[in-house]
Nanobody, 127 residues
Framework: QVHLWESGGDSVQTGGSLRLYCDVS??????????MAWFRQVEGKEREGVAGVYVDLGSKYYADSVKGRFTISHYRDDKVYLQMNSVQPEDSGMYYCAAGARCYGYNVLSPSAMDNWGQGTQVTVSS
């Protein structure tokens, strides 16, 4: 059974930086269709993909809104980090780490591609 848990969420001012961490217990598997990703959700809105990585291929995908500012990194033992730079108030939300085994191309940023989710960590960016 796979469990994911996030940490690193905090309150930060506009223009600041933050790093989110995702740890995994259990085996998420391997292969070209296995991916991990970060999603965020604001109350009343749908969960949106922020950044994703294919664990074996190393390919990375980003939402247009975070390109050039956020970086996703995957390490052995399936630790995944999200480095957030130049944060803006619209980056606020609950951030979730997820893993999936049915990923292909940009659907790494789609919640429907994910099989396992963490509980989330809150990020608040103040102006």
């Amino acid at each position: 059974q796979v469990h994911l848990w996030e940490s690193g969420g905090d309150s930060v001012q506009t223009g600041g930086s933050l790093r989110l961490y995702c740890d995994v217990s259990g085996d998420i598997g391997g292969g070209d269709s296995v991916c991990m990703a970060w999603f965020r959700q604001v109350e009343g809105k749908e969960r949106e993909g922020v950044a994703g990585v294919y664990v074996d291929l190393g390919s990375k995908y980003y939402a247009d809104s975070v390109k050039g500012r956020f970086t996703i990194s995957h390490y052995r033992d399936d630790k995944v980090y999200l480095q957030m730079n130049s944060v803006q108030p619209e980056d606020s939300g609950m951030y979730y780490c997820a893993a999936g085994a049915r990923c292909y191309g940009y659907n790494v940023l789609s919640p429907s591609a994910m099989d396992n989710w963490g509980q989330g960590t809150q990020v608040t960016v103040s102006s």
